[in-house]
């Protein structure tokens, strides 16, 4: 399957072969427009995007920062062991902490316990999350070798059990994240699937690479597409949604239900806001037709833009008082500047500086200056 951002043409003409091979032959009739709203048990999430479960990324500053600039429907926290919030309180505030405007918000775990598993579970829905979703997904060997995350993909009977445990454990909507496989030769995303819809789970997002490729490579949205015809409850397709004409791409392609991102939305944080501006804006109609590029429909952030954004951020970082914070600040600021003329400078600033104070300091005196210089001169 062809994403928008590929040039499949070209490598078919240097390789002889696609770069995306056909693993599956899905026959599904797709809808030509993308979702309104998803439904999962009792939970509306509308716009029909998710931003991914990330280590080190989704804590509750950036969830809200998402959030506040809009199209995003569900946010997610990192994923957190499951072990770890039943034992330790401190590791309960870091992860499992959330404000009010976060709803609706669904809590990840790890781990490879059932009944552990489903004791974090209830956890979650005492804390007041409207979800709850096991990862099957992570490929960190740390994560691996203590069979949590992808390390599961290799053991379905545990997997059952698992499922089983929490489902009866919670009346909250329980889903699940998952990678295809553990390679190529073990693909059971399908199976997996069908595994999740017998037990009682609300929905599915497949992240459509194996564990083996870690983010490697392309992700084969065929997988989802298969999942989607094997099952009745919501499909969420996840890897390598870039843009809006991405989004639409991958529910054209698929039929999926609604669209998951990762790793692109630290990059660009209005991809949410964009792909709700490409599919029909606030007006929460069925939108656009998928596929449909012939004019981008979306605001691209301006300089001045991109300055109150990381200012923001920054600003909200500091104002929780998380600890780290400087650190996050540094590890935020080359994805933020990204394309930013001068950004090497600015970045190089930023590392240099010591202490959340001085590291706004040097944003600020950077924007300030290039905004300045390019202010229309009064005549």
């Excluded at 797709?30 to 999962?40: G, S």
């Excluded at 990324?57 to 946010?75: A, E, Q, S």
């Excluded at 069908?194 to 065929?222: M, P």
Aim: with cysteine; net charge negative.
């Amino acid at each position: 399957m062809q994403k928008f951002w590929d040039n499949t043409d070209a490598a078919v003409a240097r390789t002889g072969e696609s770069p995306v091979p056909t693993l599956l032959a899905p026959t599904l009739l797709v809808p030509t427009v993308f979702p309104a709203v998803l439904k999962i048990g009792n939970v509306r999430i509308a716009p029909a995007t998710v931003l991914a479960p990330m280590a080190g990324v989704t804590d509750t500053v950036f969830r809200r920062f998402i959030k506040n600039l809009g199209g995003c429907g569900l946010i997610m926290t990192e994923f957190t062991s499951a072990d770890g919030v039943l034992r330790d309180l401190r590791v309960r505030g870091r992860y499992l902490h959330f404000y009010e405007d976060e709803h609706p918000i669904s809590a990840q775990l790890f781990g490879s316990s059932p009944s552990v598993l489903a004791d974090a579970a209830r956890l979650v829905e005492d804390l007041g999350f409207d979800l709850v979703d096991l990862n099957l997904g992570c490929p960190a060997k740390k994560v691996v070798k203590c069979n949590g995350g992808s390390g599961l993909l290799r053991d379905l009977p545990l997997i059952r059990q698992i499922f089983e445990a929490v489902r009866a454990a919670v009346k909250i909507p329980f889903t699940v994240k998952f990678r295809a496989g553990w390679n190529d030769d073990e693909i059971v995303c399908v199976e997996l699937a069908r595994i999740a819809e017998s037990c009682g789970l609300g929905a599915v997002a497949l992240h459509a690479r194996t564990r083996e490729q870690g983010y490697s490579g392309n992700a084969r949205w065929e997988w989802i597409a298969s999942v989607k015809q094997a099952v009745k409850i919501p499909v969420i397709g996840n890897g390598d949604i870039r843009s809006p004409e991405d989004a639409c791409a991958i529910v054209a392609q698929t039929g999926c239900d609604a669209v998951m991102i990762g790793r692109m939305a630290p990059a660009n944080p209005w991809i949410f806001r964009q792909i709700e501006q490409y599919v029909g804006g606030a007006t929460g109609d069925l939108a656009r037709p998928a596929g449909d590029s012939a004019e981008k429909l979306y605001d691209e952030p301006t300089e001045g833009d991109r300055y109150q954004m990381i200012r923001t951020y920054f600003q909200m970082l500091l104002e929780e008082e998380m600890p780290g914070a400087e650190g996050k600040m540094k590890q935020f600021a080359s994805w933020f500047t990204h394309g930013v003329p001068g950004g090497a400078a600015l970045r190089k600033a930023i590392y240099e500086a010591r202490g959340g104070a001085e590291i706004l300091g040097r944003v600020e005196e950077f924007f300030e200056s290039r905004l300045a210089a390019s202010a229309p001169v009064p005549t």
